[in-house]
């Protein structure tokens, strides 16, 4: 099966920039797309971006223009730039074996962005 672990989170000051990346192991040809979620505490876990194999994107309307997501064979990354303090969340990583399904999650990754 897949394993999924995010690396890069932090704490960050309003304005500023953090990378995520997320290391995936096992049957890497069986996934169809590669997405990063993000959850406070009280709110739905909520998708912020995903990407296909053959690169096709999609963002959430609350980070487009500030976050890219991006992949190789083994990894895929988060760039966050222009972070507001309504980022701060854990944010997960999640494959589908289907086109954005989530059957896989890493444990996710604590951003915090200071103002």
């Known amino acids: 099966q897949v394993r999924l672990v995010e690396s890069g989170g932090g704490l960050v000051q309003a304005g500023g920039s953090l990378t995520l990346s997320c290391t995936a192991s096992?049957?890497?040809?069986?996934?169809?797309?590669r997405s990063w979620y993000r959850q406070v505490p009280g709110k739905q876990r909520e998708l912020v971006a995903g990407?296909?194999?053959?690169?096709s994107t999609k963002y959430a309307d609350s980070v487009k223009g500030r976050f890219t997501i991006s992949r190789d064979n083994t990894k895929v990354y988060l760039r966050m730039n222009s972070l507001k303090p309504e980022d701060t969340a854990v944010y997960y990583c999640?494959?589908?074996?289907?086109?954005?399904?989530?059957?896989?999650w890493g444990q996710g990754t604590q951003v915090t962005v200071s103002s």
């Open positions: 999640s494959a589908g074996r289907r086109l954005w399904g989530v059957d896989y």
């Open positions: 096992g049957v890497i040809f069986s996934i169809m797309s």
């Open positions: 990407i296909t194999n053959d690169g």
